[in-house]
């Protein structure tokens, strides 16, 4: 019964093995940039500062906008003293102090302001009738510097803001999702190394096993044991460092997918990154065309051309034009009185002492600069665009060297196997040939994630 009870324990073994690896979640590149843009803490700050300037812009347009304001009120009169010097000065008088209920409203525009007011019911003094006004007034600013007005040129500035906002916001996004799959890539190959490892390790110390039978057996010396002791603990050594790299590259990619640092996760195998170009004259033409920094600085252009115009706009006349009517009307009979009148006023700056002169060559000065700035980031740019380009094709052929390298390092080791096995190759000799081929299949695992990391950068400096 016991032995029955062993036989089912050992055979249950490899299955519950089985189960305990499964319950590991593996992540693919899709999801973990998914996470990233989702759960992690930078891309939460970039949206919400991103929220603060669009809600700076809505401030702005709103107080750009119409708006209607009403108001109510009471007054009232007491006339006191002699009666007839009261009645002949016009402190009793319905049109310039009318006592009573009183109602209005204020349209405001950009540069128009239209308000009506109505006192419907004045009370009647000693010597005057019951009495109502209604007035209404509109002022109208022609031009005041920039089209649209100072108000219009906070708006557009504000746009330019917003929409460089936005392209900071991408150029971020896009930096998230490059870091993401940079961390990705880097796990992705402490996975493999640290896979690779463990094979190597297994076949040290498959050989030094084989070493340990035959110097028991007198046909390996002390020096071929020692070796083959150091080959095998040295790759126990390698397996130690590729799962220490392998822990720290899960805990990078966990923080920024936002997962707590004790998860536990795998990655699944992704295939080597690509550019969708055949040239490096096609890589610097495209990333030109994507990269973030370059609109930043015509945006910068834009706003500083905005400020150049409300500028010279202060050495232009400023040209407004009012008008209203106020009208009384009594209610004990038909007569009724009305007063109209309209005013056009022209005012501008006689002498400023050259501020605004001076402050327009600032500003083309400014832009100067910003043209200059444009230029050399071109010219960083494609530089940057064609080293990473560069990068790529010689790290592709140390792959290819690699490969050789594995090929030719493998076939080394089968050759002096079969000649250690027919005495004509030493203990030595088969030791050397092993840790070459570990040398060489770890030179391209390093390699193949030199490769992706390259092709990773190349799309980063290309706006991607």
Known sequence: MKLTALIFLTALCPLLSAIAQESVPVVTLAQSIDATLTNGDDIKILQRSLDVVRAQHALNVSRNSLSLAGSAGYGAVWPFGTEALVLSKSVSSPLSNPPGAVAGVALSGPMTNVSVSAIPYVPPVPGTDTTGVVGASVTQTLWNGYPGGQNQATVDKSLLTLQGKELATESGTLG???????????????????????????????????ITAIYELKLASTADLKTAQLNARSAQVD????????????????????????????????????????TVEQAVSAGLGRRVDIKLVELNIKSSNVDLAVTRGQATPTVSVSGGVNWLYDWSSVMHAGVAGAAVKLSMPILDAGAVKNQVDSILRQNDVYALQETQLRKSIATAIQSAWQAVQIDGEKLEVARLGVEANDLQYQIVSAQRDSGTASNQDLLTAAVNLANARNALATAQSTVELAVLQLQNVMGY
């Open 176 to 210: 998230l999702i490059y870091n993401v799959k940079q961390a990705y890539y880097v796990m992705l190959g402490a996975q493999r190394s640290l896979a690779l490892r463990k094979q190597i390790f297994e076949q040290q110390d498959s050989v030094l096993k084989q």
């Open 239 to 278: 397996v130690d460092s590729a799962a220490n790299d392998l822990h720290f590259a899960r805990l990078g990619l966990a923080t920024l997918m936002g997962f707590p640092a004790e998860k536990d996760f795998t990655v699944a195998d992704a295939p080597q990154p690509s550019v969708k170009v055949d």
